[in-house]
């Protein structure tokens, strides 16, 4: 950069499954090989990366507009956005870069001492911490009931950053206030603060004239990780005895202990209504016989309250019906779409209690036979052939489902209304998978079928203990 052209910072797509950083990578070395003469050329003279942020300094009369037309032309999925520098500054990752002021000063006075010599004006960046405009400065409080190593690291990790990223001793002054006022808003105390402060600024300082400790041959431990429930100070009672025992049992151990403390009072107090279990999608359920305790297993990626009903189970199984979705309901628009003479013909035949939310499929194929039902001249045929695609009760009739022939057969009573939901997923293919784990485990006599896709990877499927029970 040069002349106090902006310098700029480059953001490519962002990144959220674990692979994306890999790829990502690739993607931008592959995009700097192949583009980097044109960059040049463009005006680019510093190209600095990390993953797909990169800090860019352009030459003086370079258009970033050209600079972004050939980078967002490499690849027609990816496009690049830009932030120029503000006020001397400019955010990159968690560092703020900082144009030197006092730098400017001295190269303005070189300039106008020498005039009639032309030299290449330089500029020195100092850094800082970069907090966004949403930090609500909330860290581990004092009072939480967690292991003191959790809240001496909160503040010594802030420390660490601070010494590591600020350039300058004002700016390291200017940022360990900061973290002085950050913790006595969270109540920790001022002295603890100061003396974890001093700590790391002592290690700093002295950093390069520490000689490491040379080994001592024979005598290296193994060492051992143990997890420890944290209780309080009878923690740190139970890690002195269990370090004794150690001492004379196993002197060839170190034992390194970390406590784990207790859930949050939050996972206690949910926030948020749970969905009731015929509202919830993706789920393996099962349902069983009141009379003789026999179990059927299936799956669906619906409501399990509508694949349910579609067993045989009364409308009015669930006292609380669900609520529809209107944006997802195209019921409106077929009707709207319709001649008023056939919409009200197609009215007629439309159920007039609430029903459960239809997928995709029957809903499709509904309005398939609805729009074949209006330029059919012969209406009352249409109709008929509507109705009879609509109601479920005929096609539940027509293809009876293993509990409604169980119920038929042996008069025996289906337990409708204490189904339970085995496993959940959100992919289908996955919650065909669990649907076949829990029939192979557990063998439901029910069921027609033994799995619902090939099993290759367990072909005799999995223990009972780790796999949900469809009764329990």
């Avoid at 463009?42 to 942020?53: F, I, L, Q, S």
């Amino acid at each position: 950069m040069f002349d106090g052209k902006p310098f700029v910072q480059h953001n490519g797509v962002a990144m959220g499954a674990p692979l994306a950083p890999v790829i990502a990578d690739i993607f931008m070395a592959d995009l700097e090989i192949s583009l980097m003469d044109r960059l040049e050329q463009a005006g680019v003279c510093e190209w600095h990366r990390y993953v797909d942020d990169t800090f860019v300094l352009l030459e003086p009369g370079t258009d970033i507009k050209d600079v972004l037309d050939i980078l967002n032309g490499f690849h027609p999925s990816v496009q690049f956005t830009h932030q120029p520098e503000a006020d001397d500054s400019l955010p990159f990752l968690d560092v703020r870069v900082i144009r030197s002021l006092s730098k400017k000063k001295e190269e303005q006075n070189k300039k106008e001492e020498e005039e009639e010599e032309e030299q290449e004006p330089t500029f020195i960046f100092d850094t800082t911490i970069y907090r966004k405009e949403t930090f609500t400065g909330l860290m581990t409080n004092w009072h939480s009931f967690v292991p003191f190593s959790y809240k001496k690291a909160s503040v010594v990790s802030m420390i660490q950053r601070a010494l590591s990223v600020c350039s300058t001793y004002d700016l390291l002054d200017v940022e360990l206030w900061e973290i002085r006022r950050i913790c006595q808003e969270n109540g920790y105390p001022a002295g603890f603060v100061d003396t974890r402060i001093g700590i790391g600024l002592t290690k700093y300082l002295n950093k390069d004239t520490v000689e490491p400790k040379p080994p001592v041959a024979g005598c290296e431990k193994r060492r051992m990780f143990v997890e420890i429930p944290f209780i309080g100070k009878q923690t740190d009672l139970m890690k002195k005895k269990i370090d004794r025992l150690a001492a004379k049992v196993r002197p060839d151990l170190d034992i390194r202990f970390f406590a784990k403390p207790p859930r949050s009072v939050q996972t206690y107090f949910p926030t948020k209504d749970p969905v009731p279990k015929h509202l919830q999608t993706g789920v393996v359920y099962s349902v069983s016989c009141k009379d003789c305790g026999d179990t059927y297993v299936g799956k669906t990626i619906r409501q399990c309250g509508r694949r349910i009903c579609e067993h045989g189970a009364p409308k009015d199984t669930f006292d609380q019906q669900p609520i529809t979705d209107d944006d997802n309901d195209d019921t409106a628009t077929e009707e709207q779409q319709l001649s008023p003479k056939t919409r009200r013909k197609t009215i007629k035949v439309k159920p007039k209690q609430q029903q459960l939310r239809r997928s995709s499929r029957i809903r499709n194929r509904t309005t398939a036979v609805v729009n074949a039902s209006a330029n059919n001249k012969t209406a009352r045929k249409g109709d008929h052939v509507t109705s009879r695609k609509i109601n479920d009760d005929d096609n539940t009739k027509k293809n009876p489902s293993a509990l409604a022939e169980h119920e038929k057969n042996t008069g025996h009573q289906i337990d409708w209304k204490n189904s339970r939901v085995v496993w959940r997923d959100n992919v289908a293919y996955r919650l065909l998978i669990k649907e076949s784990m829990v029939i192979k485990a557990y063998e439901p006599r029910l069921n027609r079928t033994t799995h619902s896709v090939p099993m290759m990877v367990f072909p005799e499927g999995l223990a009972r203990h780790l796999v949900p029970d469809p009764n329990g």
